[in-house]
């Protein structure tokens, strides 16, 4: 019998390519979005289960959780990669725009964590895969709302990982550099080693099914710079962010 994966922010981007690749393994996969076309799209060229749904709304993810295990008997991979970013002026910090940012990537998650691991417990166990960012490694200039909200993320898959191995619940944590989709699109700002979307979905794929590492991040040539980055002595740190201010006034 296929295992059954779910994905969030399977609509599009990183997740729907992830989507495709687990189907071409022979899973059976649900995905979710917000918008039903892509989702729809998906469900005729790769077989998906579409679930329409907004993270920020619980009572839709407390509804969703249950229907999928209805239709399908279980969930045995669940995948994170929900995101939305707001790009602002150094030095700005408006509630509204963060309230924003982290009510989807980071509380989003939170609403369907819960309902998700009641659900592996009782069926014995499964896999949580958060998708967090190589840019939750440090604090950017002009990403302060997406890094700490990226942080956020990777300290709980940290923390899940250790609380849940008791109940046979894998977590992972999942580490993308720039990937190319229209999330990234709007991006004013040079983005090294920028790999596909297909290319990112594959490593993903390939991640989770063939190794139990903790962490898949990629690619490396870019994650081992920026790790080292986040270990230097604060004085070294702050001169290297203060090249990445833009110049000029704010």
């Known amino acids: 019998m296929a295992k059954v994966a779910w994905i969030l922010g399977g609509g599009s981007g990183i997740g729907a390519e992830t989507a495709k690749a687990l189907s071409g393994r022979g899973w059976t996969v649900a995905v979710s979005g917000r918008r039903e076309q892509p989702l729809a799209a998906l469900a005729v060229s790769h077989g998906a289960r579409p679930y329409p749904l907004d ?3 619980l009572d839709a993810v407390r509804a969703t959780v249950p229907r999928i295990v209805e239709d399908l008997g279980r969930i045995d991979l669940m995948i994170f990669s929900v995101a939305t970013k707001q790009t602002t002026k150094t030095g700005q910090y408006g509630y509204e725009s963060y309230a924003s940012v ?19 417990r009782r069926q014995g166990g499964g896999e949580i ?5 190589v840019a939750g490694y440090f604090g950017l200039p002009r ?13 709980l898959a940290e923390t ?17 550099g720039f990937v190319k989709t229209d999330f990234t699109a709007p991006n004013d700002f040079p983005m090294p080693f920028l790999m596909d979307a297909e290319e990112a979905g594959r490593r993903i794929a390939d991640g989770l099914l063939n190794s139990k590492r903790f962490e898949i991040a990629f690619p490396r040539r870019m994650v081992y710079p920026l790790k080292l980055i986040a270990m230097l002595p604060y004085p070294l740190f702050f001169a290297i962010m203060k090249r990445l201010l833009p110049r000029g006034k704010s």
Do not use: H
């Open 102 to 120: 982290i009510d989807t990537n980071l509380l989003g998650a939170m609403r369907v964590i819960d309902p998700v691991v009641t659900q592996m």
């Open 129 to 133: 895969a958060l998708v967090a960012s």
């Open 55 to 57: 993270v920020t709304d």
């Open 143 to 155: 990403s302060a709302a997406y890094s700490s909200g990226k942080a956020a993320m990777i300290a």
């Open 160 to 176: 899940m990982r250790t609380e849940l191995e008791r109940d046979n619940i894998a977590v992972r944590l999942i580490s993308p």
